[in-house]
C-alpha cells in the first residue's frame, strides 16, 4: 500500500537584521510504500533522522509531528482531495481539516497520540498509537512527536553530530577539556560507545574508559536512564541546543520590551 505522511515542525531561525531568534512552522511530505501503517510510520521516522543528520534545513528541529497518515489502496484516474491546512499568519496556533468522501474506501486516516490510560509498550513510538480518524470524529488522547530530540537522542545523537562537525571545521576541542556533563551525555543519553568517543578525540579507549567509569557513566547506569524515561519516572534530560534557543528568545523579547 502507499503511505503519505503529513508531518510539521517549529523551524527556527535569526533575524540577521536585528539578531533576533525567531519560529515559523514548517512543513514536509514524505511517501512510502509499506506492508502496513506501522511499518510506514517506521520508515518515515527513519528518513526524518536522515534528514535531520543530513539536511540544514531540518538540523535545528527539536519535535516533529504527525498531522496526518494517509494509506492509500489506489490513487485512481481522478484527483482527491486528501488533507488542507492552514496557519494564521502571526499566531501560535495551527489548524487542519481532513476531507474524506462516504462510500471511498481506498483512503484511510491515522493520527499519532497517547492513549488514555496505560500506554502499551508494543505501541509504535513512546506508548503512542496510531489511531484511524473517522470523519467529524475527534479522538481523545495525548499527541505525542512522531521523533523528538530529548526523546530519541539515541537515534539521533545531536551532541556527537555537533562535536563531529566541529572536528571537520578543526574546532574540535580535546578530550581533556570536554566536560563531564557532555560525556556522560553522549555515553549514557545518547548510547554513543566508548570506542566511537575515542574515535572521535584520536585517543585510546582505554582513556574514555577511565575517565566515564569516574563520573558513573556507567552501562548500568545508561540501563538505569532508560528504564525510567521508559516508565516516565523521570523527564528526559533536555538537550542543550534546546535550552540555549529558549534562553536566546526570552532574551530577544526582554530586549523588545525595553526598547
Given at each position: 500500500?502507499?503511505?503519505?505522511?503529513?508531518?510539521?515542525?517549529?523551524?527556527?531561525?535569526?533575524?540577521?537584521?536585528?539578531?533576533?531568534?525567531?519560529?515559523?512552522?514548517?512543513?514536509?511530505?514524505?511517501?512510502?510504500?509499506?506492508?502496513?501503517?506501522?511499518d510506514a510510520l517506521k520508515r518515515i521516522r527513519d528518513?526524518?533522522?536522515?534528514?535531520?543528520?543530513?539536511?540544514?534545513?531540518?538540523?535545528?528541529?527539536?519535535?516533529?509531528?504527525?498531522?496526518?497518515?494517509?494509506?492509500?489502496?489506489?490513487?485512481?484516474?481522478?484527483?482527491?482531495?486528501?488533507?488542507?491546512?492552514?496557519?494564521?499568519?502571526?499566531?501560535?496556533?495551527?489548524?487542519?481539516?481532513?476531507?474524506?468522501?462516504?462510500?471511498?474506501?481506498?483512503?484511510?486516516?491515522?493520527i499519532l497520540k497517547k492513549r488514555i490510560g496505560e500506554?502499551?509498550?508494543?505501541?509504535?513510538?513512546?506508548?503512542?498509537?496510531?489511531?484511524?480518524?473517522?470523519?467529524?470524529?475527534?479522538?481523545?488522547?495525548?499527541?505525542?512527536?512522531?521523533?523528538?530530540?530529548?526523546?530519541?537522542?539515541?537515534?539521533?545523537?545531536?551532541?556527537?553530530?555537533?562535536?563531529?562537525?566541529?572536528?571537520?571545521?578543526?574546532?574540535?576541542?580535546?578530550?581533556?577539556?570536554l566536560s563531564d556533563g557532555d560525556l556522560y551525555e553522549?555515553?549514557?543519553?545518547?548510547?554513543?560507545?566508548?570506542?566511537?568517543?575515542?574515535?572521535?578525540?584520536?585517543?585510546?579507549?582505554?582513556?574514555?574508559?577511565?575517565?566515564?567509569?569516574?563520573?558513573?557513566?556507567?552501562?548500568?547506569?545508561?540501563?538505569?536512564?532508560?528504564?525510567?524515561?521508559?516508565?516516565?519516572?523521570?523527564?528526559?534530560?533536555?538537550?542543550?541546543?534546546?535550552?540555549?534557543?529558549?534562553?536566546?528568545?526570552?532574551?530577544?523579547?526582554?530586549?523588545?520590551?525595553?526598547?
Amino acid at each position: 500500500m502507499f503511505y503519505l505522511g503529513f508531518v510539521s515542525y517549529t523551524d527556527s531561525y535569526k533575524d540577521d537584521d536585528y539578531g533576533n531568534c525567531k519560529e515559523s512552522m514548517a512543513f514536509v511530505t514524505l511517501a512510502v510504500q509499506a506492508g502496513d501503517a506501522k511499518d510506514a510510520l517506521k520508515r518515515i521516522r527513519d528518513k526524518l533522522v536522515v534528514l535531520h543528520e543530513e539536511d540544514e534545513k531540518y538540523c535545528d528541529a527539536h519535535d516533529f509531528f504527525l498531522n496526518d497518515l494517509v494509506e492509500m489502496d489506489e490513487i485512481g484516474p481522478k484527483a482527491k482531495d486528501i488533507s488542507w491546512a492552514s496557519m494564521l499568519p502571526f499566531g501560535d496556533s495551527f489548524g487542519e481539516v481532513r476531507f474524506y468522501e462516504e462510500g471511498d474506501p481506498a483512503f484511510r486516516h491515522y493520527i499519532l497520540k497517547k492513549r488514555i490510560g496505560e500506554p502499551s509498550k508494543e505501541e509504535p513510538i513512546d506508548g503512542a498509537a496510531l489511531i484511524p480518524v473517522a470523519e467529524d470524529d475527534e479522538e481523545d488522547g495525548e499527541e505525542v512527536p512522531l521523533l523528538s530530540i530529548a526523546r530519541d537522542r539515541k537515534q539521533i545523537k545531536p551532541l556527537y553530530k555537533e562535536l563531529r562537525k566541529r572536528k571537520i571545521q578543526g574546532t574540535l576541542q580535546d578530550f581533556n577539556d570536554l566536560s563531564d556533563g557532555d560525556l556522560y551525555e553522549l555515553y549514557v543519553v545518547e548510547g554513543c560507545l566508548s570506542g566511537e568517543i575515542a574515535d572521535l578525540f584520536e585517543i585510546k579507549k582505554a582513556k574514555v574508559d577511565y575517565r566515564r567509569r569516574k563520573i558513573s557513566a556507567t552501562l548500568g547506569e545508561e540501563a538505569l536512564y532508560d528504564m525510567l524515561r521508559d516508565f516516565e519516572m523521570i523527564e528526559p534530560i533536555p538537550y542543550k541546543g534546546q535550552q540555549d534557543e529558549k534562553e536566546a528568545r526570552t532574551s530577544s523579547n526582554e530586549n523588545k520590551e525595553l526598547d
